[in-house]
């Protein structure tokens, strides 16, 4: 790729947050690795994105909720001496229900995909952006991550983490030319509660969400100005920040009578 052009790694490129975050991206004149399951839509986005905005963009394959995923992946990148001056860990997915009755499987992939995943290539990509000093790293976490989640207790806790690291390993990244964004959005317009299976709750029935579109703007606004945390909408942020001010008992029933299916 063009070396007069800073490259962001986008994962799970291919939809909702993810697809928003590298258009704008594009628009910001970042060349692009889409990285994601299914090669054919990070093909027709890649195509899309280089001709409106001029930008290089390379798709890769990869299940990221494979133990193994970081390691391959970086492995690919390097065989493609593909350089990253911004890694934006976006992919993640959650589950709806009681943990007791939940998909063991897809709760392991969750946390491998969620945490394990993020972790890795965040620690296998920071050396060189410390070399250079120079490197953005966005995290997309949720403002599940500021309470415990009921009936998505996995998916918030690992949310929780993700904030936690980000925030940690900001501080840090301090005077080193490398900085760590994490991204707090609401519930937003996206393919997550399909995949999550929660179209019938609460939190999200009747409610006008904010597009993935905005979260994104709002996120590389963000990245590009090393902000440590950026949480998308007025609303979220005094929902988010409302759990410090609740005595921590009373938080987890709030949230589970807030989640729970309209009818």
Do not use: W
Request: glycine share 8%.
């Amino acid at each position: 790729m063009t070396a007069n052009r800073k490259t962001a790694l986008i994962t799970g490129a291919s939809g909702g947050i993810g697809e928003a975050l590298a258009r704008t991206l594009a628009q910001h004149g970042y060349n692009l690795i889409l990285v994601a399951r299914t090669m054919s839509k990070l093909e027709a986005l890649g195509a899309e994105l280089s001709a409106k905005n001029g930008v290089e963009a390379v798709g890769i394959a990869s299940d990221l909720s494979a133990f193994d995923a970081s390691e391959k992946l970086i492995a690919d990148l390097e065989t493609r001496k593909l350089n990253v001056d911004v890694l934006v860990n976006n992919a993640g997915f959650g589950e709806y229900g009681e943990f007791a009755t939940g998909d063991p499987v897809k709760q392991q992939q969750m946390i491998s995909l969620n945490i394990l995943t993020l972790t890795m290539l965040t620690r296998h990509l920071l050396p060189k952006m410390l070399e250079r000093k120079f490197g953005r790293v966005m995290n997309v976490a949720s403002t599940a991550a500021f309470m415990p989640g009921p009936l998505m207790s996995v998916y918030y806790a690992s949310k929780a983490y993700v904030l936690s690291f980000s925030e940690a390993l900001g501080e840090e990244l301090l005077n080193t030319g490398v900085t760590v964004t994490a991204l707090c959005p609401g519930p937003t317009e996206s393919d997550f509660q399909a995949r999550a299976e929660m179209q019938d709750s609460k939190l999200f029935q009747g409610k006008t969400l904010m597009t993935a579109r905005e979260v994104a703007a709002q996120g590389v606004a963000a990245l590009e100005r090393g902000q440590r945390v950026v949480i998308p909408g007025i609303m979220n942020q005094i929902q988010a920040q409302a759990s410090r001010f609740l005595p921590r008992a009373i938080v987890p029933g709030i949230v589970k009578n807030v989640q729970a299916r309209n009818h």
